[in-house]
């Protein structure tokens, strides 16, 4: 990098502002510190949140893997990946999990378990999962500190009456440590279970609303549900009640993606393409 | 010759450890290799102009105070809060509010050891995958019995970063912590 730009972009003064915030926001699980979010050259929305945390957190020693919604290759990863590497002369780069001490993900939590040296980065559209009930944010801070989630269990509830089954696909409202509730960022509801006593910090940044909030290792994450209407993750099975395989590596575990083929057909394929290649490489020895 | 501690690398690799200290409370993190104290380091990657810090005991120099570029503020106001762990408290730290609890106060205490002392304790919570003990030595005890009241309404509270020469133990808000005998 040409001289004058600072390691990581940021200048200290903002890293230690995001440090500070980090901090707080794991002392109080779920809890959406907000900071000033720094222009970033790229336009807000475009992952500049968890940018910014990556930025923060990144030393020349580490090893760095950047996911949009499962694809290492999915142009949003690839331009954040450059923009790292070259701001960060030293660091190296990867796309297999194993090898990654730091991971920046776009709507999805690897399908690989995480080790307790990792942490991993989401980039946050929306924080606040009340802001379906309440626009204020003077009432819906006050809320979330009182942990009043009643008006969002209705909206559930409703869901429920209209349509026999609560209708969100991501962004599962989940409770953290039995006080506040996030919004885990887009995250399909299959993701969510992952975020329970999770070995890895995962860190949340929201740039435009500019907000950091965590989870921390080994802390109680719960998708918010019924006694008698449980939280269910997505369903896979085909009309013959067959778990669905992905057509390229053939597990029958992982998160699928829905395609139309050349012949006009459905096929299902790993959301995961780290995963999936690792598993190809299994069945070929 | 300046300390590294001063160094953007060298803060970089601290903030990663007080991370990992407060991800994982009552785990001792080694800090890198420098010539001052664990708190000062901690500061130096933590503070700015845009903080408060108060220092009742006098625990830092003048060229600390110019290089943190921090002002001084009463230990009731103040963001951070850095003490001879030894000595009884004598103050009420900011809490934080409802709305905003990350306003509450940041204690950084300095200790002579955080382990090998004569009272244990046991601690439960987020990040501690079932129990873990700790034994810091010569922390004077009203630091527990204040944190427990000060901490007795979530999300109100303080964090507690415990330092020495050997590292760094953090005790964010959500740690329980029981004495056992």
Redo the contacts between chains.
């Keep these: 990098m040409s001289n004058g730009i600072n390691f990581a972009f940021l200048d200290e003064y903002a890293k230690r502002e995001i440090r500070r915030s980090v901090i707080k926001a794991i002392c109080i699980p779920g809890y959406q510190v907000p900071y000033s979010s720094r222009e970033m050259p790229m336009g807000r929305g475009f992952g500049t949140g968890g940018l910014q945390l990556t930025l923060a957190l990144i030393g020349a020693d580490d090893t760095l893997k950047v996911i949009d919604q499962g694809s290492d290759d999915s142009v949003n990863a690839v331009n954040l990946r450059k923009f790292i590497e070259m701001t960060c002369p030293g660091i190296d780069t990867t796309t297999r999990l194993q090898e990654a001490t730091l991971i920046q993900s776009r709507h999805r939590i690897p399908e690989q378990p995480l080790r307790a040296d990792q942490i991993l980065v989401l980039q946050v559209p929306y924080p606040d999962a009340l802001v379906i009930v309440e626009p204020s944010e003077d009432k819906r801070k006050i809320m979330h500190g009182e942990a009043d989630y009643s008006r969002l269990l209705v909206k559930l509830y409703e869901d429920i009456v209209k349509f026999d089954e609560i209708t969100i696909s991501h962004r599962y409202p989940t409770r953290i440590n039995g006080h506040y509730i996030i919004d885990p960022s887009p995250i399909p509801r299959y993701d969510v279970p992952r975020l329970n006593h999770s070995e890895a910090l995962i860190l949340f940044g929201a740039g435009r609303e500019k907000k950091i909030y965590a989870v921390p290792p080994h802390c109680l994450a719960e998708p918010l549900a019924f006694d008698d209407v449980p939280f269910r993750i997505e369903d896979f099975t085909d009309s013959h009640g067959e778990r669905r395989a992905c057509k390229l590596c053939g597990s029958k575990t992982s998160f699928l993606d829905e395609f139309i083929d050349e012949q006009g057909a459905r096929v299902y394929q790993c959301s995961d393409s780290d995963y999936c290649e690792q598993q190809q490489e299994l069945a070929h020895g | 010759m300046i300390d590294v501690i001063w160094q ?2 060298f ?3 601290t ?2 450890c ?2 990992d200290a ?3 409370p009552g785990q001792i993190n080694v800090l890198p290799v420098s010539n001052s104290h664990s708190a000062i380091a901690v500061l130096a ?4 102009g ?2 408060s810090l108060s220092d009742p005991h006098q625990l830092l120099d003048n060229s600390d105070w110019l290089r943190l570029q921090i002002k001084s503020a009463a230990p009731e106001q103040a ?1 951070f809060i850095v003490c001879e762990g030894s000595r009884a408290v004598d103050f009420e730290p900011n809490l934080g ?6 306003h ?1 106060a ?1 204690l950084v205490l300095t200790l002579d050891a955080l382990s090998g002392g004569d009272s244990h304790y046991q601690l439960t919570g ?4 079932h129990a873990i003990q700790i034994a810091p030595q010569g922390l004077n005890k009203s630091w527990f019995t204040r944190r427990r009241h000060w901490n007795s309404a ?2 109100l509270g303080v ?1 507690l970063l415990l330092t020495s020469a050997e590292g760094i133990l953090a005790l ?3 740690t329980l912590i029981k004495e056992i005998d």
Excluded: M
Aim: glycine content about 6%; overall charge negative; proline content about 14%.
């Design positions: 953007p690398e803060q970089q690799a903030f990663r007080l991370v407060y991800s994982r990657t933590l503070v700015d845009e903080s963001a509010t409802l709305a905003s609890p990350e509450g940041t987020p990040g501690i995958q979530f999300p964090d964010p808000r959500t």
